[in-house]
């Protein structure tokens, strides 16, 4: 099983000090993988419930460092620890310029890029972006298949809906060769057909309950067939950074379960008041829970 832990991206501790130390630590403890979440502005007022359940977590105010360029920092800080996103909503943004930032940040930090997507879910941040929410999952499909062909092809030629790509050239390539892994994220039915249908993995959310999540993901190896694709080389990937906090015994158990299923990646975060704090439960973590899962 591998562990990638997320960035202190979110509020107070999310400074250029404090994410130097906390990318290469983690890089020296032997994580996976370093994470950043997606979101551009927080609406004061949403109506919908957070994919994760319950209320969104985070206020309108705090500070909400931008995805790319936070990887973009920490690439150019770490050598060898992989950089992924968790989740970029693909369908609020414009495929080109997303196509770009992806492969400018493959190319710049040597390989290194997951590129997570899912559809979205809070209609308000599509309304303030001046994007509309209705057809967001379609809309996602299409932005995915533009970017691989981005990212593939010598003359990129895509004619869908919501997006065109013709007559232009698209340089630099993704270093990583066909092209970046791509990790679908969500756990709606759209959302583990399109990682069935595209995705090099399923990052699942909101749960750690190993039915749910299992029957999930026979869901995406089922769609994952119908594509004509084997199922066997999509990878299982959960976020469970709210589930594994508590004393070593408690969090070993959840990931035993998980493990049982066949999860590979699981993505966790280690929040703190202090970086001090954060650094000390992320050591804890690899040195009491890592080695007891090898």
């Excluded at 994007?131 to 967001?136: A, E, K, L, M, S």
């Excluded at 769609?223 to 070593?248: C, K, M, N, T, Y």
């Amino acid at each position: 099983m591998q562990f990638g832990v997320h960035l202190l991206q979110v509020g107070h501790l999310g400074t250029r000090d404090n994410l130097l130390a906390f990318a290469r630590r983690a890089e020296e403890l032997g994580f996976h993988s370093l994470w950043a979440s997606d979101h551009v502005v927080i609406p004061r007022h949403i109506a919908g419930e957070y994919a994760g359940g319950g209320r969104f977590p985070v206020p309108p105010d705090m500070p909400f460092l931008e995805p790319f360029s936070l990887l973009s920092f920490v690439a150019a800080a770490t050598q060898r620890i992989l950089l992924g996103t968790s989740v970029i909503v693909l369908p609020m943004r414009n495929p080109i310029v997303t196509a770009k930032e992806v492969a400018t940040l493959d190319v710049l930090s040597g390989g290194r890029v997951i590129f997570g997507v899912g559809a979205g879910w809070m209609a308000e941040e599509f309304e303030a972006l001046g994007v509309p929410f209705r057809g967001h999952g379609p809309r996602t499909d299409e932005y995915l298949e533009a970017v691989r062909r981005l990212w593939t092809e010598e003359d990129p030629s895509f004619r869908g809906r919501y997006v065109r790509v013709e007559g232009i050239g698209f340089a630099p390539k993704p270093l990583q060769k066909p092209h970046p892994p791509i990790w679908v994220g969500g756990m709606s039915e759209g959302a583990l057909r399109r990682a069935g249908r595209y995705g090099d993995a399923w990052h699942a959310t909101g749960t750690v309950d190993p039915d749910v999540l299992a029957r999930c993901f026979a869901r995406v190896q089922e769609h994952a067939r119908q594509a004509g694709r084997d199922p066997s080389r999509i990878l299982f990937s959960v976020r469970a950074d709210r589930f594994l906090r508590g004393e070593p015994d408690q969090v070993l158990s959840v990931l035993e379960s998980l493990r049982r299923i066949g999860v590979a990646h699981v993505l966790t975060a280690f929040p703190a008041p202090t970086i001090d704090e954060s650094l000390e439960q992320m050591e804890r973590f690899a040195r009491q829970v890592v080695p007891a899962l090898a």
